[in-house]
């Protein structure tokens, strides 16, 4: 409890920190151009893709600050959270996100995900471990177990896998604007710095489209 109240707070820090512009993003050290810009799945809206993993710490440490960004963004922007698929145990993860969102879950069940493997150390990847889990939760088991253990959901954590390859993703978490822009913690250098540099490009991908920035 006292871990996640102190996440709560550095969020709340971030979110003040992250008004500021900041100085401007360079490519080649705050991000990268693609050298094979992919189309995107947002029609007219600016497409921000997250690849993320539950188990992965970085991106657990990631999402108090992650989530009061993304409540900030412009209107003619949309995010795209894609778990990424590296190995076979990741797997399971990304099959658990396609049927939370399959059943309009995520709202309610996406972070309790990530505090169950990094907070409560429960193994969510062991099937009746994850049956046990999902029904304290207040959802039928029987229901969820069919969608996870469907075709549609498998297929739908293949594409997210193949989209990693895609976009020459190698680890998480990893941000794509607009299927050419890549950029991270890593490289942003920091947090704060990550958020800066997503506003940013979402400013660029957006005039690259002759847009104008949305009214509040």
Not at 127 to 141: C, D, M, N, Y
Not at 167 to 186: L, R
């Amino acid at each position: 409890m006292f871990t996640r109240t102190l996440a709560f707070v550095a969020a709340a820090i971030l979110s003040l920190s992250a008004l500021a512009a900041g100085p401007e993003a360079f490519e080649g050290h705050d991000y990268t151009l693609l050298k094979n810009p992919q189309p995107v799945a947002t029609g007219s809206k600016v497409e921000v893709l997250e690849f993320f993993w539950y188990r992965c710490p970085h991106c657990f440490q990631l999402e108090p600050g992650l989530n009061p960004w993304l409540k900030t963004l412009p209107k003619d922007a949309q995010v795209r959270r894609v778990p990424a698929v590296f190995r076979d145990d990741w797997l399971p993860g990304a099959k658990l996100y396609y049927t939370l969102e399959q059943m309009g879950l995520l709202g309610k069940l996406h972070h309790k995900v990530f505090d169950a493997y990094h907070l409560d150390n429960i193994n969510l990847n062991d099937p009746a471990v994850l049956g046990g889990w999902i029904t304290k939760q207040g959802v039928e088991r029987k229901k969820f177990e069919g969608i996870y253990n469907s075709f549609s959901t498998q297929s739908k954590a293949t594409q997210g896998a193949r989209l990693a390859t895609t976009y020459a993703i190698s680890g998480v978490p990893a941000f794509v604007i607009d299927g050419k822009y890549a950029t991270s913690v890593g490289m942003a250098g920091s947090e704060v710095r990550l958020f800066e540099v997503l506003d940013q490009l979402i400013v660029k991908a957006r005039a690259e489209r002759g847009g104008k920035k949305p009214a509040k």
